[in-house]
């Protein structure tokens, strides 16, 4: 089929190797502009920008695609199908409508469930034990197209927003490959969205990722799962008689009480509102990520509570 393919993050990479490697004709690539990155702050390329440049397919990275100029380009290519994959910018009607089979979105939740730019965290923030990934046919309301192919993951319960997102991230690519072959044989369907069970996957606010030991264990845990590894759930600890702002990686459930943030024992348990989470792996500002016992070997006399 002749495809536009619209990405930017890693995670849309599989899925445009996918297509290429299907030999369908991709004659364009979509993606976000480059962007200052670095201590040079030199412009660097999106990943699927640098994939699509080493499979020798046309770059584009308008600003936005709401100029007529920009859709009229976007028309010529003269595509069947358009695929979106964490794309990044709005697709106005237009656009929606230039391919002759609209726009096909690689979407990472169980719809209506987290709608929205953050599905991933969401779902296991909110504790949710499945979710999966969903081909949809993009209309002009916020993820709430009709829905074709779709996979459903097991949530486990220490599994962290990176370790979901790389399983969706192959998942979704062959996902997305055999929509595209049911759709060149005819036979690809789509069924409308539920009507009730929708939820907002609400872009992720830096203040949200302090974590806060007054509350019960288990939503600590989701908390720090849910932002491993970016941006990183985390707290504050006095070593050396001043704080140093800690992420919390990667946490289980643990036997204990006391008062919310207290260190209970030689290990890295701290108590909540209610029960405790033992921290696994952790990272102190300025260094890279480490397990728990390496980090207590360095961090000499703890405090005995953590903020």
Known sequence: MRVVFMGTPDFSVPTLTEIVSAGHEV????TRAPKPAGRGQAERKSPVHEAAEAFGIPVFTPRSLKAEAEQAQF?????EVAVVVAYGLLLPKP???APEYGCLNLHGSLLPRWRGAAPIQRAIMAGDKQTGIVVMQMDEGLDTGAMGPTEI?????EMTAGELHDQMMRLGADLMGRALAALERGSLDFTPQPKSGETYAAKIDKAEARIDFSKSAEEVHNLIRGLSPFPGAWFEMELAGRPVRIKALRSRLSEGAGAPGALLGDELVIACGA??????????????AMDAATFLRGAGTLPDTVT
């Open 153 to 157: 993951i097991a949530i486990t319960p």
């Open 275 to 288: 029960g405790a989470v033992r921290l696994m792996q952790v990272q102190r500002e300025g260094k890279g």
């Open 27 to 30: 004659v364009a690539v979509y």
């Open 75 to 79: 028309a010529a290519l003269g595509a």
């Open 95 to 97: 656009i929606l409508e």
